[in-house]
């Protein structure tokens, strides 16, 4: 997960006029957290959409900047709705 | 990744003296990352460890605290140099 450092400031305040998504899922185990990281593996190669991830024993944070959620809004894709179903899924 | 916050720096002082281990693999494909981070998770599962893991279509980046090194150390796990072999291992 990149910063935007202020020398910067210019040239990235028009890109990231749209808030960066953030997301944190929770989970009860390893084995979750690892399922939740599989299936979102699969619906990135779906979509050829890799979002920024960060995660370990029992969380995942996904990342998902400005130009991602225009990148996705073009495409019509469902990938953080889905993303955000997987979830209910991996926890039932 | 969590950042600490100044009002908690006198009791994380303590514990980050040693300085935070971090270090960023960059992959030719996203193939090659998950493989990466499959055999990641099982030297995790080996060693019950789970570094902090941020990542994108083709990188990914460890970071391990004082806390992490300390417990690594204290049951002689070769969990870091295992890892960083497994980069020349994907890359090969």
């Not at 910063?3 to 910067?8: A, G, R």
């Not at 959409?49 to 996705?72: C, H, M, R, W």
Request: charged content about 30%; overall charge negative.
């Amino acid at each position: 997960m990149t910063e935007s450092k202020d020398v910067n400031a210019g040239s990235t305040a028009s890109k990231e006029r749209v808030a960066q998504f953030n997301q944190r899922f929770d989970f009860g185990s390893y084995a979750e957290t690892r399922q939740f990281l599989d299936e979102l593996a699969e619906l990135s190669k779906r979509d050829d959409y890799y979002p920024d991830v960060s995660f370990g024993k029992t969380y995942a944070n996904i990342s998902i900047d400005g130009e991602g959620q225009a990148a996705l809004r073009e495409m019509n894709s469902t990938f953080i709705a889905d993303m955000q179903a997987l979830v209910t899924k991996t926890k039932n």
